[in-house]
């Protein structure tokens, strides 16, 4: 199956907690966050530690590589598309879309890799595609 068009992604909605996560995807960065009193890394972005609580948390640029964890084709969008857990290389795993891929080729373990997609009017949002 081949999406004859592109599909559009919503803007995303920016608060405190994630206002430099947004600015850095607006350069064509990931970031995470990760804790200075656990060493632990997190997404999505919070201002408290999820694991200990601890508000010494710091950002950090994140590889954009990482591997298919699971992932659902919606078949009965007007542009069918997949979205996915992603399991970053640096542990942590994200709600993602995946993007300029064949969607019947997708596969649990595939590695892929980072690309930001353009909003209407706002930031551009994290997908990945199959590396
Ligand atoms: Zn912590």
Same mark, same amino acid.
């Given at each position: ?22 600015? $850095?995807? &607006?350069? +064509? ?11 632990? #890394?997190? %997404? ?17 640029? $994140?590889? &954009?590589? +990482? ?11 007007? #542009?069918? %598309? ?25 596969r649990i373990g595939q590695r892929v890799r980072l690309v930001f997609k353009p909003t209407e009017g706002g930031p551009p949002v994290p997908t990945f595609t199959p590396a």
């Amino acid at each position: 199956m081949v999406a004859s068009a592109e599909r559009k992604f919503p803007v995303p909605l920016a608060n405190p907690e994630t206002k430099p996560f947004w600015e $850095a995807a &607006g350069k +064509g960065r990931l970031l995470l966050k990760r804790c200075r009193s656990c060493g632990d #890394v997190h %997404y999505y972005p919070r201002a408290l530690c999820p694991f200990c609580g601890s508000d010494a948390t710091e950002w950090r640029l $994140a590889s &954009g590589d +990482g591997t298919i964890y699971s992932y659902s084709v919606m078949r009965r969008s007007e #542009v069918p %598309y997949a979205i996915a857990y992603v399991t970053l290389d640096e542990g942590v795993t994200m709600m993602t879309n995946l993007v300029d891929c064949d969607l019947d080729a997708i596969r649990i373990g595939q590695r892929v890799r980072l690309v930001f997609k353009p909003t209407e009017g706002g930031p551009p949002v994290p997908t990945f595609t199959p590396a």
